[in-house]
């Protein structure tokens, strides 16, 4: 069935430096593609999402493309800040009643 | 504007009772989720609902069951505790998406439960 496959934690990384995490998904059709972020103590909130191939989602800083080609739809950021540290999920529509199936989330820990 | 709430924020409960997880949203969503979280594991979904009077059993039901007697109100109930429920409760809500199409999910910030 549809699903992702979200790239291992933890990631430590210290300020300004260049953040990839990946994700893949397995799914029938093009469907949107999310990242949601869960700081601590927090519930998730969106981070970023792409409607159709070839989109990019971009919000504070992230960016996320969606290639059709390589089923991919990896979390970019070039200079992450210690207030970035979180845990980062990709997230798939299912189709029905607007479930998702999201990933085992990314922990991002950034030191000063 | 508050979101999403839950009630309560923590809780320790001893194997074999009862409890009720409240969830609220003051954004006129039609859909509503129960998800729990365990480490390693992601996000699972125990239950939904896509209106009020309605629900559905989502990848984790037993041993939870769900209400929505009002559009802004989903309850979840553990009618025995069992340690394997100790985890972290959140719930979420989202417009309707229309057909074909996908809707942000909004989540409140989480319960934490502990079954001794």
């Known amino acids: ?112 | 504007n508050a979101g999403v709430t839950q009630t309560p924020k923590f809780r320790v409960l001893k194997t074999g009772q009862s409890m009720t997880l409240l969830c609220a949203q003051d954004m006129n969503h039609e859909y509503m989720y129960w998800y729990r979280q365990d480490p390693g594991m992601g996000l699972r979904l125990i239950h939904y609902s896509v209106g009020e009077g309605t629900t559905a059993k989502g990848e984790v039901p037993d041993g939870y069951n769900v209400s929505r007697l009002k559009k802004q109100n989903f309850l979840l109930g553990l009618e025995s505790a069992a340690p394997s429920q100790t985890s972290v409760y959140f719930c979420a809500s989202s417009y309707w998406p229309g057909p074909g199409l996908s809707e942000t999910q909004y989540f409140g910030p989480g319960t934490r439960l502990l079954v001794l």
């Open chain 1, 1 to 112: 069935g549809d699903s992702v496959t979200q790239m291992e934690g933890p990631v430590t990384l210290s300020e300004e430096a260049f953040l990839t995490i990946n994700c893949t998904y397995t799914a029938t059709g093009y469907p949107s593609l999310f990242w949601y972020v869960q700081y601590p103590g927090e519930g998730l909130q969106l981070l970023l999402k792409a409607t159709k191939a070839d989109d990019k989602g971009s919000n504070k800083g992230f960016e996320a493309t969606y290639r059709k080609e390589t089923t991919s739809f990896h979390l970019e950021k070039g200079s992450v800040q210690v207030s970035d540290s979180a845990v980062y999920f990709c997230a798939l529509p299912l189709n029905t009643g607007n479930q998702f199936y999201f990933g085992t989330g990314t922990s991002l820990t950034v030191i000063p």
